[in-house]
């Protein structure tokens, strides 16, 4: 029987939503764009995009930069030169907007960075009279984005910026293409063995991200009747997106391909085993990346077999093409 892990796997396609600009589209404040080579050149393979532009839609384009203002009665966005104030008008937005891109049961989202309505984070706060005193003034989040983590506050959203972050951008892909395997599994109406056939499956990559949600999923899927079934997939779906927005470490990730090769052992070579040793402890020292590992793993699996692993999850989360596994600084 064949136990070989199936490399040509068939992975869901993406919904993300996207600022527009990161797209190609002259919608800047100055007429142009920030067309961004990982969206347009890599995700776009894998990924149906949802693009969005508050301040086009608000204030058109071109138009004045704007800032993020701490008032008295709570952070405004006002014109740099004009003060004009545009809040109102770009919260209407966020309220018209969101809930139809949450209908299209969004997998992730990618925002400019350093904007006050998309940044995901850092985007400085100015005293009424202009003013940002670094450390001493807050910094926050766009108000777009803002308003999106607060209705989908486990939905997978990066800045653009921080995707040239290896270890940012692995867990990004695995939190999104996940998401969209759970998408995927509700929407073909799951019967008790299809939930339990997730987990299962799922086992290794869960289990990677946080083993104390993942004991905590486990009998949520034991206790599971055909009469609780949709009680209890709302409840994993909690617990799933919850465990999905930890990131991965090197510690985490070491237990698993430990437990994996534990499947093994006995069957192994002496030097098989000190090539194992030596390359996981290489892993984990920064010195090879996670790939050489994974590899070793289905060496074995492919020759020692096994049923169980065979259909893990863990060893082809997302396609293999976007080699994000192939950086040492994947992982920390």
């Not at 209407?92 to 949450?102: D, H, R, V």
């Not at 299962?200 to 609780?228: C, F, I, Q, W």
């Amino acid at each position: 029987m064949n136990h070989k892990v199936e490399e040509k796997m068939a992975f869901p396609r993406l919904k993300v939503a996207v600022s527009d600009c990161l797209r190609g589209t002259e919608c800047r404040y100055n007429g142009g764009h920030a067309q961004n080579d990982f969206v347009n050149h890599h995700l776009a393979k894998y990924a149906d995009f949802y693009p969005f532009c508050p301040e086009a839609a608000v204030i058109g384009t071109p138009r004045e930069t704007i800032r993020l203002v701490g008032e008295p009665q709570g952070i405004r966005v006002k014109g740099h030169k004009s003060e004009t104030d545009y809040t109102d008008g770009l919260k209407a937005y966020g309220e018209k907007i969101i809930p139809k891109l949450l209908e299209r049961q969004l997998d992730a989202a990618v925002v400019k960075s350093r904007s006050p309505s998309c940044g995901l984070e850092r985007i400085k706060v100015y005293q009424p009279n202009g003013e940002w005193h670094g450390s001493k003034d807050p910094m926050t989040s766009g108000l777009f984005t803002g308003q999106l983590q607060a209705a989908a506050p486990y939905l997978a959203v990066e800045e653009e910026s921080r995707l040239q972050d290896a270890w940012l951008r692995e867990n990004f892909m695995l939190h999104a293409f996940t998401s969209a395997r759970w998408r995927e599994l509700l929407a073909s109406t799951p019967n008790l063995a299809d939930f339990q056939a997730f987990h299962r499956d799922h086992k290794y990559l869960l289990l990677s991200k946080n083993e104390t949600l993942y004991r905590e999923m486990g009998p949520l899927v034991a206790n599971t009747r055909t009469e609780n079934l949709s009680e209890s997939l709302a409840a994993y779906q909690e617990k799933l997106f919850e465990l999905l927005a930890h990131r991965s470490t090197k510690g985490q990730v070491r237990n698993v391909l430990d437990h994996v090769y534990g499947y093994f052992k006995d069957q192994l070579s002496a030097e098989e085993k000190a090539h194992y040793q030596e390359t996981v402890t290489e892993f984990v020292e920064g010195i090879v990346p996670l790939i050489a590992v994974v590899k070793i793993l289905e060496q074995f699996l492919n020759h020692y077999g096994s049923e169980y692993l065979a259909s893990q999850v863990f060893f082809h989360p997302y396609p293999p093409d976007l080699a994000l596994r192939s950086e040492v600084s994947a992982y920390k």
